[in-house]
T-cell receptor, first 115, second 113 residues
Framework: GAGVSQTPSNKVTEKGKYVELRCDPI?????LYWYRQSLGQGPEFLIY????????DSGLPNDRFFAVRPEGSVSTLKIQRTERGDSAVYLC?????????????FGPGTRLTVT | ELKVEQNPLFLSMQEGKNYTIYCNYS?????LYWYRQDPGKSLESLFV?????AVKQEGRLMASLDTKARLSTLHITAAVHDLSATYFC?????????????FGKGTKLSVKP
């Protein structure tokens, strides 16, 4: 079946611009996660949704970062006033949700470059 | 704050040899994951370990978990070139939740003929 998809695969933007990154989870997965991976590092947690609500947004670095999941499926990560330090690969993952349905399936990522 | 440390960070192996990657974590957690990442690709799930003493094997890879020591190992048996990749361990951030994962920095494995 279809896996997690993310668009765009690559995004180049100028410092100070606004960007949106999209994630389509696996159908039926209620939990959705955003991570950020810098070169040579492990993924770093940003935010986790259970259904439409953000269950944990403790990883968002500052108020320039915001994410939504209005219908409990597709999610959009929004970054305002981008900075060069925001350059990274942004990964989305989804899982079935629930105490015993814990395996997270990752998408291919969006490579964001801020010039 | 939960921290996850992997070692070694870089590993160059010869084909046919055995080796172990170690993953230590700092506070109690009830789930430990191992992922593989090829260059420019996303993360592929290898193992999820849920309980003390859990052992899982797939092909030439075997993972184990010791929750009392807060240690997981990924053992590679008779390495082949196809195993060259970066391997990450990750621990659930909050005990009992299904939330965020805390990742180690990864172990970059290179298997040479």
């Amino acid at each position: 079946g279809a896996g997690v998809s993310q668009t765009p695969s690559n995004k180049v933007t100028e410092k100070g611009k606004y960007v949106e990154l999209r994630c389509d989870p696996i159908s039926g997965h209620t939990a959705l996660y955003w991570y950020r991976q810098s070169l040579g590092q492990g993924p770093e947690f940003l935010i986790y949704f259970q259904g439409t609500g953000a269950a944990d947004d403790s990883g968002l670095p500052n108020d320039r970062f915001f994410a939504v999941r209005p219908e409990g499926s597709v999610s959009t990560l929004k970054i305002q006033r981008t900075e060069r330090g925001d350059s990274a690969v942004y990964l989305c993952a989804s899982s079935l949700g629930g105490r015993d349905r814990y395996e997270q399936y990752f998408g291919p990522g969006t490579r964001l470059t801020v010039t | 704050e939960l921290k996850v440390e992997q070692n070694p960070l870089f590993l160059s192996m010869q084909e046919g040899k055995n080796y172990t990657i170690y993953c230590n974590y700092s506070t109690t957690s009830d789930r430990l994951y191992w992922y593989r990442q090829d260059p420019g690709k996303s993360l592929e799930s290898l193992f999820v370990l849920l309980s003390n003493g859990a052992v899982k094997q797939e092909g030439r890879l075997m993972a184990s978990l010791d929750t009392k020591a807060r240690l997981s190992t990924l053992h590679i048996t008779a390495a082949v070139h196809d195993l060259s990749a970066t391997y990450f361990c990750a621990v659930a951030g909050v005990e009992g939740s299904q939330g965020n994962l805390i990742f180690g920095k990864g172990t970059k494995l290179s298997v040479k003929p």
